[in-house]
Each structure stands twice: as structure tokens, then as C-alpha cells.
């Protein structure tokens, strides 16, 4: 599963139907978010720590 993540806050970012990009509701941006590929396990572990209210950040690093 590939998520967008934004670089500067770590949060992921949310798909935006009307301009065709991703942005960060955090950040309130459109900058800095990359996509990463990650397991739909964890993907679902980021859902369900969002639904308690806790907010999971990422830290992005350099590809290799």
C-alpha cells in the first residue's frame, strides 16, 4: 500500500480530488509529502491509533 507522507510534520497527508494532489491538514500545505510504501498491516495500525486519537508520526529518511 503506498500512503502519503508529509516531511515536515510526519502525519499522513490526505488525497485531494479537486486539485489531483495531496496535502497535509496539519501543515496545511502541499509541499514536502512523498509517497511511502508500507504493509496494509501497518497501514491499518496507523487507522486504528488515529481513531483513539493518537497521532503516529513518521520520520522520513533519504532513499536508498
Known amino acids: 500500500v503506498v500512503e502519503w507522507v508529509c516531511a515536515k510534520c510526519g ?6 480530488s479537486r486539485t489531483g ?5 496539519l501543515c496545511e ?5 512523498y509517497p ?6 501497518f497501514k491499518l495500525l496507523l487507522d486504528e491509533l488515529k481513531a483513539m486519537c493518537i497521532a ?6 533519504d532513499a536508498v
Open 11 to 16: 502525519m499522513i497527508a490526505s488525497y485531494d
Open 29 to 33: 500545505s502541499d509541499a514536502d509529502i
Open 56 to 61: 503516529a508520526r513518521l520520520e522520513l529518511e
Open 21 to 25: 494532489s495531496p496535502y497535509c491538514p
Open 36 to 41: 511511502v510504501e508500507m504493509s496494509y498491516a
